[in-house]
Each structure stands twice: as structure tokens, then as C-alpha cells.
């Protein structure tokens, strides 16, 4: 399935979310398809937890010199 194709059924996904139940649905419909996007990620190797607690010059191997 390419991203396009992801993309516009998720954006369908979210207009009649909010077309139906208001803004309230809209915001919980993106909040849990971003985690499940992060889930996802987890599941495909992409992403580790410790990629959410390094600083950013850390990810890249760089240090802090103080």
C-alpha cells in the first residue's frame, strides 16, 4: 500500500470523525492513530524506547562537553 494511499484513508479516517462527533472525536481519532503509529514503528524495529530519552546529540553519537 503506498503512502499516498495511507495517507488519504487516514485523512478520510479524521474528516468524518469530525464531520460526526465534533472536534472532540477529531482530536481523540488523531491522538490514537499517532500512537498507533508509534506502536507500529516499535513493531517494525524502527524505532527503540531509548530513542525517546537521548538527547538529541546522543542519538547521533555526539557527547556533552562541559
Request: net charge positive; proline share 0%; no cysteine.
Amino acid at each position: 500500500m503506498s503512502m499516498a494511499l495511507v495517507g488519504l484513508l487516514a485523512g478520510m479516517g479524521l474528516g468524518f470523525a469530525a464531520y460526526f462527533g465534533g472536534f472532540g472525536a477529531f482530536l481523540l481519532v488523531a491522538a490514537l492513530g499517532a500512537v498507533g503509529f508509534l506502536v507500529g514503528r516499535f513493531a517494525d524495529g524502527d524505532l527503540e524506547a531509548g530513542d525517546f530519552f537521548r538527547g538529541r546529540g546522543e542519538a547521533r553519537g555526539e557527547r556533552r562537553r562541559w
